[in-house]
């Protein structure tokens, strides 16, 4: 394929439009996994030394991350790895010896750890001890984790604002790395429509297309790239037709973001008077001027996960008091749900612990349960901030009933521990569970009685109701929101949900979907948690709407066989409704 050519189509490589928006920038190519070791030498010396300190203690603050984890579960024997590792780190006459190497070659540092520690590898190797062939890899593990630092470092200094940034994948560090500075765009060869670094754009209203299988070849650095995040598509060193275009289209949205933002203070009420509770989903904290500026009625979910990206280690219990006493100031009286640590899956990773299924594995309430000095710590945390009484506590990944009473249990034992200490704390803090596991959304009725509010998690329910990764783009076309299960699944939910009395809600990606909330709104859905970037469009779409006119539609609906004709009958409804869509700006 060339991309010189400027015939129409020639230059445009089709993926999954993951995030909206448009950006024309320059391409920056992100490769980090791929780059080699070179044996460059130095001019700044201090510079250097500095950059080695600073790598050696990230990896340490990773280590120690990895080994609190590791101990309750794997106990402290196979846990002890870890804490090798970080001796490793600490060893005087290693760390001298590669710093006086550097200071005498004058070469980059990576260079230098990496022919330092392979001299340890090397001979570890060629013993015929099983035991020191495999100490060999825990020390191999330590020499990739400090130039894996290393490089980042590298990386971050490169990373220029304005780019559209080119990659194979975008993990959750990277996206907090692209939230500071001003990246334009991004582009992967993986990934799927609800992984989580396609979330993260959503909520930074960074333009993203992902999926594209290998546009990291195609495209070179320093290109110009169009990147449409509504169509899912990039246009590599566009002509001057598709620039024009593309540059009208840009005014176009400015001029719709600025007639949709006029709705910021009414409220999401259809036209025969059904009000909506519109709220919206946080994954960063400086995300939170965005979202008080949305209209939002509050905060349905907080990712808390996401501050181990921030903190790049486990926050103390004082650090996330602050940061969800802030929270919960800035959107008072509104209230916010602070989700618990869903670690595991796609998301911050204990990176050493590799499981063969992620996602089928320690993640969510699992992990907490396993580690209950973490979650007690979150859980004080949480507390603490709730004095305003405006929090609520939402626990993920909830599969049992089990685990739900667990989990009170342990609550409970927080709030005694509070009490006793003479901590203020909301004694009645509302207790919710996320409904993303295909055997909570079957037992809703009685999970939903034993908590004060349930929030469905689309993006997790859909992978698991459907088993499809819902990060895998090979398999994308069958991640499907409107198959006739999900669909069924939901009204189940909802209609169980509710005759418990208790507040059904739902914050998965599926609820930002502009041609999935007439039918969520008329299976029964009364509350619907979006990124702050989509809550204008919604509210818009919910202001043009009759319940009555929805709910025959959900009837129409719950009776289809097949995905298909779901997916058509949702589509020529918005079309009918055609000025509610954003398409329509085309
Ligand atoms: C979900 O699964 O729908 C959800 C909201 O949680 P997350 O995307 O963080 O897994
Ligand atoms: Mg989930």
Redesign the pocket.
Known sequence: MSYNMKSENENILKGIGAAPGIGISKAFIYKKEKEEITNESITDLEDAIVSLDTALEKSKKELRKIFSLAVDKLGEKRAAIFDAQIMILDDPILISTIKNRIKKEMRVPEYIVNDEISKYTDLMNLSHEPYMKERSHDIEDIKNRIIRNLKKKKWKSRITSDVVVVTTTVSPSDTVLFSRVNVKGYVTDFGGL?SHAA?VARSLNIPAVVGLHDASNYIKEGDLLIIDGYKGEVIINPDEKQLNDYQKKIVRLQKQGTELNKLRDLPAVTLDGKEIQLLANLELTDEIELISESGAKGIG?V?TEQLFEEYEAFPDEEEQYQVYKTIAERIYPETVTIRTF?IGGDKVLPVDLKEPNPFLGWRGIRLLLDNTHLFKTQIRAVLRASSHKNIKLMLPMIASMIEIRKSKEIISECKNELKKEGKIFDKHMGIGI?I?IPSAAVLIRDFAEEVDFVSI?????IQYLLAVDRGNEIVSSIYQEFHPAVVRTLHHIITEGKKSGKLVSM???MAADPFAVPLLIGLGLESISVSASAIPLIKKIIRNLTLKELQSLAAECLAFKTEKEINTRMHRFSNEKEKHQIKNLY
């Open positions: 609800t979330i979910l990712r869903d996320m993303e998690g689309t993006n997790d329910l914050c998965g990606e």
